[in-house]
């Protein structure tokens, strides 16, 4: 998933519109967001497979033709596949969109959540459940617009393409999004992909602060830094010790600063803030001085002082895992740590292992673990797109401002780049200011948020689709 990069910062604020998630669509998208929900997609846990084998149920039964529908997996990863359906346009000559989402989910442990994680519980006005917004959310929308569209004989200008895939939550896993992209170009090819990675978010009080399309990302890597040693007695230690090095090496990763890296959209992004009337003055001048000098020091320590802006501005990496040593009382022979890159577009896999390897000195290796995945290509800020979001937000969202935004999470857009099909994180369903818990605890999403979302996701693509 990846709705990691939202705004820190109010940009201006509007009430809520009242929802009556009563109408009987309504019902009928809840039904199968809870079913989807309720099916555990956790790699090597559940069964992404199932889950789009429900959707395709509801799709025939909403009149797609088997012809249309295609279910896909490989027989070593049974368990992992996904769906691609295809509303047929009326013209040939108008090239297709594509509906992305991502069916599977990161693991949750029952014995630290207060609730079933694989039961959709609604209390004080929030579904809670994992993959409640992540991606559940979206690829719930996106299948119900599907099956919408059919059952009001809806003829889009467009062709219109869903591709519901397992994978993009795990490294390791059966990727769908890429095996789609590798094997059936020509079943996903559209001219450009709606997917998650964009949104919104709301004020602590509740309030609707802004709008947000995902316009690029960075590129998610892994390395590993490896320490040995001989070992020997714990009771006759050395200075030569592996985990001290390797202590040292990540301790040296913690005080490096990336520099400072800026993008057409985080451009347009960070002097949007710097305008915004609820951006405090010093922000607001910090931000323009880095805009025009991003070697500043003192505007850079400033506007990072915001952990969300700090990660907008440059590539980061922090440890995330650590194993040492072998037995309690004997001298480590061996001390490893993953060290999580998020990559600023533009830069490499290659530079980035280039800089670690000096921050950990001789005495500790690096290494950048595989698989390496592709560089995302960031899309055009194309009025095409953005055009359409903002004229159907001001229906739907009045007087919610819309900006762009760079993840600093990373998704499966980065398997599209070889296809040149631009992917643009779509807005609509908010997130609140912790970001809802995703891959964390309690994972929630507030019920307003969810139906409004899927009430202006269905008007832009039909907006998009003519």
């Known amino acids: ?60 039964a ?119 992209a590798r094997n059936k170009p020509d079943l996903i090819a559209a001219e450009f992909v709606l997917n998650e990675g964009g949104g919104g978010r709301y004020t602590p009080d509740g309030k609707r602060q802004v709008l947000a399309v995902q316009v690029g990302e960075k590129a998610a890597q892994n390395f590993t830094f490896t320490a040995t040693n001989p070992g020997g007695h714990s009771s006759a230690p050395t200075p030569e010790n592996a985990i001290y090095e390797l202590a040292d090496a990540v301790k040296a990763v913690q005080g490096h600063e990336f520099p400072v890296r800026f993008t057409d959209t985080t451009r347009a992004f960070f002097a949007a803030t710097a305008a915004a009337p609820a951006t405090p003055a010093p922000l607001a001048q910090a931000i323009k001085a880095l805009l025009a000098d991003p070697k500043y020091a003192a505007a850079d320590a400033l506007v990072s002082s915001d952990k969300t802006l700090h990660s907008t501005l440059r590539t980061t990496c922090v440890a995330t895992l650590l194993s040492a040593g072998h037995a309690e009382n004997a001298l480590p022979q061996r001390a490893t740590a993953n060290i999580n890159c998020r990559i600023f577009p533009g830069e490499s896999v290659e530079g980035t292992l280039a800089t670690l390897k000096t921050l950990a000195g001789p005495k500790v290796t690096v290494t950048a673990n595989q698989p390496v995945r592709p560089i995302a290509v960031p899309p055009k800020l194309e009025a095409a797109i953005l055009g359409p979001m903002t004229a159907v937000a001001a229906k739907h969202f009045p007087g919610t401002p819309l900006v762009p935004l760079m993840s600093t999470g990373a998704t499966d857009a980065v398997f599209f780049g070889t296809l040149n099909m631009p992917v643009y994180g779509v807005p609509g369903v908010l997130v609140e200011p912790d970001l809802n818990g995703i891959h964390g605890l309690d994972e929630r999403i507030r019920v307003k948020a969810l139906y409004e979302g899927r009430d202006y996701l269905f008007d832009l693509v039909k907006a998009y689709a003519g």
């Open 62 to 180: 909403a009149g797609f033709p088997d012809s249309d529908i295609t279910l896909f997996s490989v027989p070593e990863h049974a368990e992992d596949g996904g769906i691609v359906a295809v509303l047929p346009g009326s013209d040939p000559a108008a090239k297709p969109i594509l509906l992305l989402g991502h069916l599977d989910v990161v693991a949750a442990k029952r014995e630290d959540w207060k609730r079933d994680p694989f039961k959709l519980v609604e209390e004080n006005g929030f579904y809670f459940a994992r993959g409640a917004v992540d991606d559940k959310a979206m690829s719930a929308i996106w299948a119900d617009a599907m099956v919408r569209f059919r059952q009001q004989g809806y003829r889009p200008k467009r062709t219109i393409k869903l591709a519901l895939t397992c994978g993009e939550e795990t490294t390791f896993a059966f990727n769908g999004a890429e095996w789609l």
């Open 1 to 60: 998933m990846r709705l990691a990069g939202m705004i820190g910062l109010a940009l201006g604020l509007a009430p809520m519109l009242a929802t009556a998630q009563a109408r009987p669509d309504e019902k009928a998208f809840f039904a199968l967001y809870k079913e989807l929900i309720e099916t555990n997609t956790v790699v090597g846990e559940g069964s992404c497979t199932r889950a789009a084998a429900q959707i395709g149920a509801r799709l025939k």
